[in-house]
């Protein structure tokens, strides 16, 4: 049997019952270390677990899954995803694989950052598509995101942005030259993911558009959801580009049309409440 477990947001207790009940009895138990990372590290996961890891990273998975899915065809295995089994399309691909084998799989579910940020107040059902928000380089620089965001603010829906995450990469030398060296892990925060979006909208009106996402508009920075010491702040997409929310990992959200309520709600948020208060009201119903 292979268990595709997910481990929730926060640290080592946040894995459910029935979760925790399959990882112990499975032989070989996989954690999967590219998509998303827990506040806590592999060592206190084993420790609470009472089982060995072995980290899966991204080539590992990708490339090698064949291997993994035949330990599966004949003793239990658990592959352990932080959040929920299927948030990244990676693990559907897993599934998949292991029906063409013939291998049995269950899924045991978890929170992730899909329904936990309604933390902030913001109504879940009032989100549009979610967008991932890539590290820009010099010479890459995409804006397929921004029309997400512009089409979801469009439909008065709120968009929640996956924020850039560096794992085991390397660089474009390193690369051609089939080197095994990694960068290190970068994550990228609120704040550059802002800087990103304000650069985009700088760059349309000079292109003489006229964006529907301004400085102006009510944003939310979120950060270690699920975690104890989680961070809130909403504000102006503007103040997201200087609020610190220090580690990692971090989301944000771009507003659509409010509720009063959910106004009521981010206000207890507030980086700055006159300015938040003179803006918001712009978009409520």
Not at 6 to 20: E, F, H, P, R, S
Not at 79 to 91: E, I, K, M, S, Y
Not at 112 to 122: D, E, F, H, K, R
Not at 218 to 240: F, W
């Amino acid at each position: 049997m292979l268990y595709l477990v997910g481990l929730g947001l926060g640290d080592a207790k946040d894995i459910t019952v029935k979760g925790l009940e399959a990882v112990r009895r499975c032989r070989r138990v996989y954690l999967e270390a590219y998509t998303s990372v827990l506040t806590v590290g592999k060592e206190a996961l084993e420790e609470f677990y009472g089982k060995e890891l072995i980290l899966a990273d991204r080539e590992m998975v990708e490339q090698e899954a064949d291997s993994l899915l035949k330990e599966a065809d004949v003793c239990d295995v658990a592959f352990l995803v932080v959040g929920d089994p299927f948030g990244a399309t990676t693990h559907s691909d897993l599934v998949l694989r292991a029906v063409k084998l013939g291998i049995p799989y269950k899924v045991i579910h978890n929170a992730s950052i899909m329904n936990a940020v309604g933390c902030c107040g913001l109504q879940l059902y009032s989100f549009g598509e979610t967008v991932s928000i890539v590290f820009w380089t010099d010479t890459w620089k995409p804006e397929s995101f921004f029309d997400k965001i512009e089409k979801n603010r469009q439909n008065g829906m709120h968009t929640l942005c996956l924020l850039d995450i560096k794992v085991k990469e390397q660089s474009l030398e390193n690369l051609m030259k089939g080197r095994k060296i990694y960068e290190l892990p970068r994550y990228m925060s609120v704040n550059q993911a802002a800087e990103q979006l304000l650069a985009i909208i700088q760059n349309r009106r000079l292109q003489g558009e006229k964006t529907e996402i301004t400085e102006n508009t009510i944003c939310v920075g979120l950060a270690r959801v699920g975690a104890p010491d989680e961070k809130i702040a909403s504000g102006t997409l503007q103040q997201m580009s200087t609020v610190e929310l220090g580690a990692p990992l971090h989301s944000l959200i771009v507003t659509g049309t409010m509720h009063p309520l959910e106004l009521e709600m981010l206000k207890l948020f507030s980086v700055d409440s006159s300015s938040f208060e003179n803006n918001a009201c712009q978009r409520t119903t």
